[in-house]
């Protein structure tokens, strides 16, 4: 079965960073397009960002558009999140998510990683 792993979470004070990293067991992300979600409490979960196979073609939210970047890593199996000038706004839980579509949509991904908290203090 495959499992997804978020790290690198924590508390960051606003316009701060933090760099969150999403890697799985058997070398899935290599062929799969990785997305990033969010979800604050008592809110529906959010897409953040997603990036295709190549690493190349990437799309993100209006929300932190310019502020952050997904990239990949294809021999360390590994798609990181780079989260810059965050706001207190950000805070939420930040998941990983596999698809074999290029989607904003939550449905639409298959595997999901258990999140990793990130806290934005003003």
């Known amino acids: 079965q495959v499992q997804l792993v978020e790290s690198g979470g924590g508390l960051a004070q606003a316009g701060g960073s933090l760099r969150l990293s999403c890697t799985s067991s058997?070398?899935?992300?290599?062929?799969?397009?990785v997305g990033w979600f969010r979800q604050a409490p008592g809110k529906e979960r959010q897409f953040v960002a997603v990036?295709?196979?190549?690493?190349?073609?990437?799309d993100y939210s209006d929300d932190v558009k310019g502020r952050f970047t997904i990239s990949r890593d294809r021999a360390k199996n590994e798609v990181y999140l780079q989260m810059n000038s965050l706001k207190p706004e950000d805070t939420a839980t930040y998941y990983c998510?596999?698809?074999?579509?290029?989607?904003?949509?939550?449905?639409?991904?298959?595997?999901w990683g258990q999140g990793t908290q990130v806290t934005v203090s003003s």
């Open positions: 998510a596999l698809t074999k579509l290029f989607t904003r949509i939550p449905a639409n991904y298959h595997t």
């Open positions: 058997g070398g899935t992300l290599r062929t799969n397009m």
């Open positions: 990036v295709n196979l190549g690493g190349h073609i990437t």
